[in-house]
């Protein structure tokens, strides 16, 4: 899901911490005068009760107090939780060069994106480039999926052009476990929970 937030068109929205798998929760809070921190407080309960889930006591007792020091004490963020997860930092670093840097999802032009399902639980993004330097953004939900041929034109290569492997989630530099041909004669094959990036490149 990483992947499709940073890669797909418009803004990635990331999260307070989300990018080093943060473990500090980010409850509402806010700092004002006594009288306007009551009428915060309560607002914030009727906001809530709106919510099925939470509308019941004691899920309206355990919300936390925004005008209270603490409920912003357990919102700051703990760094040292970026190193004990780089390996999370570097997937996120990585897509976004990718989306930066490359020719491709850099550009994000208008109608040239489409996709089509797999599975239940897997699918294909297709990112058209100028001159047939297209991307495949595979996605899967599920186990590993397995199949003799993908029967739709989204998969397809450019004329003249095989799928190169540019990116993968289960690289080992993120903790995964590597990465199987996703495309050979006669077979595609997509690691299960886990999502790749191929590229359009001349054929040998």
């Not at 899901?1 to 929205?13: E, I, K, Q, S």
């Not at 699918?123 to 939900?141: H, K, M, S």
């Not at 397809?156 to 590597?178: D, K, T, V």
């Not at 690691?191 to 490149?201: D, I, S």
Request: aromatic share 8%.
């Amino acid at each position: 899901m990483t992947a499709l937030m940073l890669l797909m068109p418009g803004t990635p929205m990331l999260f307070q911490g989300q990018e080093f798998w943060a473990s500090t929760p980010f409850l509402y809070f806010a700092d004002h005068k006594p009288e306007l921190a009551e009428l915060v407080a309560k607002g914030r309960h009727e906001f809530v009760a709106q919510f099925p889930s939470a509308a019941s006591a004691p899920m309206r007792e355990r919300l936390a107090n925004p005008k209270a020091r603490e409920t912003f004490e357990l919102c700051k963020l703990h760094w040292s939780e970026r190193e004990r997860h780089a390996e999370v930092v570097a997937l996120h670093r990585d897509l976004l060069r990718l989306r930066r840097e490359d020719p491709v999802f850099a550009q994000q032009r208008r109608g040239a994106l489409d996709g089509t399902l797999l599975g239940p639980e897997a699918f294909l993004l297709r990112f058209f480039g100028e001159g047939g330097q297209d991307r495949l953004l595979l996605v899967n939900l599920g186990r590993d999926l397995e199949r003799r041929s993908i029967p739709d034109p989204l998969a397809a290569p450019p004329e003249g052009r095989g799928w190169r492997l540019i990116w993968s989630s289960e690289h080992p530099a993120y903790g995964g476990g590597g990465t199987p041909q996703i495309e050979a004669k006669e077979r595609w094959r997509l690691p299960g929970h886990a999502a790749v990036v191929l590229a359009a490149t001349p054929a040998p």
